[in-house]
């Protein structure tokens, strides 16, 4: 058992305080995938129910909930067949009664969230669902169809009523229902049909509908006050509208799409936001519509709002659900805060800075922009400036500039030079799915877009076409476009005409005889510039001579998307790919492939190597979790007993110190230690030079790491919980050189819980 610090610890340990400060973490299971945000993923509705105030949170898979004030999130429900958004409601008489329409049906709960049952409604997608105070048995289900139930979701029938013929069967979409909170049987309901759209209103229960609009609204709103005021927005032609007679006339209040409308329920506030590009999108009403006030000024842009929520036991917080996570406010909208720990977002960029690894980027949904400064460990969520996008496609990093970010988007492309803090849009091209830098000179610049490839020499400032759709049709876009690092006059890119190749930097192209299918990835390997793979929905083929002829490259890979290829620059035989089905790998030069560890299933889209040492791995997930996941390929830990000490019950240790050109040692127990800490040292040279603390567990979790040490050695720690079978690889890197040899090193690792 160790007691207290020994005189030698605390003399290095304080010394090194007073020295520069680094912090080089690189954590994860032995080789098995570990996630840890970024949170912010697409929210489409909350509620609040349950008990204690509790909220619950619909996510594009499933629903979460948090017990503490949107601080913290974990999941209750999720639906591993579920391709799109969740929608959320509350029975008004029972609030431990929850209902979760997703894309494959309607989930109940009566007891909170512990347990949900899928009730027997044959839909293929739900966007509403509303329940009346006055008859909480009367669900409303709006999605592909328009549906109701009469006993709590027993049974279902369509709503028929006088809607057109085309509007009753599945080409009609129902993209909104709200009812009136006083008036028993009055329901609006927002329909899309194959010929015409509008808003329709019945004041019997559904017996009869009447139509009050000539547009299909997607947001709706009903003043819980004043039940006869309404607001629709959405993509009209209006803006935002108001009626103050139940639909029987509409003005336009508000000149925006207001995708997201909602009411006060106390003040009768209005709230309407739009996508968010900064600074404007997100209004108050104080006045029924009559003026408005900005008020997104702290939301970040390019944020798809999807609804509003408000505290019944705080009446001046108010939640906004939005493409970007929750985002919560305590002083009724004037300024936000992130509430989305838990919930992780839907990742399709990654990049990772080639000059500190530490730094890694992720791009996900409208705009949803993270960064690590800790090789994934925790992240930022970045609120860009001058960003006005519709989701990031690519992030590049310019190897000759680290601190200049590119990103791919619907809306064009754009940089940064400030590592995402701001962004300027270069040209005014649209739809940009990929950039390719010429590592001879980063000055040049390839794009892919919807209408072909383009280049600029001067940094992006001005673009010329170098290639062209072969015919008319608008669906000849260009995916991807890559210049072969070994030899950057080669260039690539893959459209829906085929697959192109030129060898004087775009000016001239030649297609190649790949016939496999449409292409989802292209890869130029960064040593042997002749070497090309080609992802498409089957297959993926490599080409070992420029493109001219290929070969199946898919022994062992799923059958299903091979979305990105990525080689090993320091090893070239060895590959990953990113599947529908997660990370896999070889290590023959694509002639084979096996799972980049087993229980790793998740859909990724992007995969990224640690530049430092490619062993990291960053892998960008969209599927049952998504957020950004991280392995690192290690080694066994050393021969020989692990450490145990009565300060960690349940937890064992073992630590292996390497000086450069010598042999590891590993690392022995101090007798001496301060309480609840395990102290190590290592002799390197025939002396102490390496002295290693651990200290936790923490409430969450986490452990902390301490080296201070006296020369320059790696320290590699290995964590296990033999109950659990839970472990941990923890690497500090050496002091680099030019630094002083005194220093300390800090860090910290979490286990799940127990």
């Known amino acids: 058992m160790h007691r207290y610090l020994s005189g030698s610890w605390r003399v290095g340990a304080a010394v ?25 993923g697409a929210v489409t509705s909350l509620v609040f129910g349950g008990s204690q105030g509790a909220l619950f949170a619909a996510v594009f898979n499933g629903v979460m909930k948090s017990v503490d004030g949107a601080r913290t999130w974990h999941r209750v429900l999720m639906d591993t067949l579920a391709s799109g958004p969740f929608y959320l409601a509350v029975d008004p008489a029972d609030p431990e009664t929850i209902y979760a329409g997703g894309r494959e049906g309607v989930y109940k709960t009566s007891d909170g969230g512990a347990t949900w049952s899928l009730l027997n409604l044959a839909i293929r997608g739900v966007d509403k669902i509303a329940i009346s105070p006055a008859a909480p048995n009367t669900i409303w289900v709006g999605g592909v169809g328009f549906f109701v139930s009469r006993d709590a979701g027993a049974s279902w029938s369509p709503v028929a009523g006088r809607f057109p013929e085309s509007w009753s069967g599945d080409t009609s979409v129902t993209w909104n229902v709200v009812v009136d909170p006083a008036r028993a049987g009055v329901v609006y309901a927002s329909i899309y049909g194959q010929h015409s759209a509008g808003l329709f209103k019945t004041v019997d229960d559904g017996a009869h509908w009447t139509q009050i609009l000539g547009e299909a609204p997607h947001a709706l709103a009903i003043d819980p006050v ?16 108001r009626s103050t007679d139940g639909g029987a006339t509409w003005t336009s209040v508000l000149a925006t799409n207001a995708w997201a409308l909602a009411v006060d329920p106390v003040t009768s506030a209005v709230y309407a936001a739009d996508i968010l590009w900064a600074p404007r999108g997100f209004y108050r009403s104080l006045d029924g519509g009559e003026t408005w006030a900005d008020m997104g000024s702290s939301l970040p842009s390019s944020t798809w709002p999807y609804d509003f929520a408000f505290d019944p036991h705080h009446p001046s917080t108010v939640y906004l659900t939005s493409s970007t996570g929750v985002w919560k406010s305590v002083d009724r909208g004037r300024s936000w805060v992130p509430s989305s720990s838990g919930i992780n977002a839907t990742i399709y960029a990654l990049a990772v800075d080639p000059s500190d690894a530490r730094i890694v980027y992720a791009g996900g949904d409208y705009g949803g922009l993270f960064r ?3 090789r994934g460990e925790t992240w930022t969520t970045l609120i860009p400036k001058g960003l006005r996008i519709n989701g990031f496609s690519h992030l590049v990093i310019d190897p000759a500039t680290p601190s200049t970010l590119f990103a791919t988007t619907d809306a064009g492309l754009y940089q940064s030079l400030d590592r995402g803090e701001t962004w300027h849009r270069l040209g005014s091209l649209d739809y940009v799915y990929d950039v390719a830098l010429d590592p001879a000179n980063s000055s040049t610049l390839y794009v892919a877009t919807w209408y072909g490839a383009f280049r600029s020499v001067d940094g992006g400032k001005t673009w010329s ?13 260009v995916y991807h476009v890559a210049v072969s690092p070994a030899r950057p006059s080669d260039v690539y890119l893959t459209s829906t005409s085929g697959l192109f190749a030129s060898s004087d ?7 190649l005889p790949y016939s496999n299918g449409e292409t989802i990835g292209l890869t130029v390997d960064p040593v042997h510039p002749s070497t090309l793979y080609v992802g498409n929905q089957d297959s993926l083929s490599k080409s070992t001579d420029g493109g001219l002829t290929w070969l199946q490259a898919d022994s062992g890979l799923p059958t299903s998307d091979s979305m990105t290829v990525i080689i090993d620059p320091v090893r070239p035989q060895t590959a990953y790919c990113a599947t529908w089905l997660g990370v896999f790998w070889s290590t023959d030069g694509a002639a084979t492939w096996r799972p980049l560890e087993s229980t ?9 190597l640690d530049p430092s040492g490619p062993t990291t791995l960053h892998a960008a997930s969209w599927g049952e979790r998504g957020g950004v996941f991280e392995l690192t390929q290690i080694t066994p830990p050393p021969p020989g007993d692990f450490l145990t000490t ?10 292996l110190i390497t000086e450069p050109g010598q042999p590891g040692v590993v690392g022995r127990p101090e007798i001496n230690c301060i ?9 390197v040279r025939h002396r102490t030079d390496v002295l290693l603390r651990v200290d936790g567990p923490q409430p969450d979790g986490s452990f902390s790491v301490t080296v201070a040490r006296l020369t320059h050695a790696q320290v590699e720690v290995w964590v296990e919980r033999p109950a659990t079978g839970d472990k941990r690889y923890y690497r500090l890197e050496a002091v680099p050189a030019g630094r002083s040899d005194t220093a300390v090193l800090t860090g910290r690792f979490a286990f799940p819980g127990p």
């Open 16 to 40: 090194a305080f007073l020295s520069t400060l680094f912090a080089l973490p690189a954590s994860a299971g032995y080789s098995s995938w570990t996630s840890q945000g970024p949170y912010g």
């Open 505 to 511: 930097r775009g000016d001239t192209w030649t297609q």
């Open 675 to 683: 309480p609840h800490a395990l102290c190590v040292s290592g002799k």
């Open 465 to 477: 076409s170098v290639w062209s759709p072969l015919g008319p049709d608008q669906s000849n876009w």
């Open 646 to 655: 009565d300060a960690f019950p349940g937890f064992r240790f073992k630590v």
């Open 600 to 608: 790793f299933d998740e859909l990724v889209y992007a995969i990224a």
């Open 226 to 241: 004043h039940p006869w005021k309404i607001y629709a927005g959405g993509n009209l032609r209006g803006g935002a509208l």
């Open 372 to 374: 690590s400064t800790n």
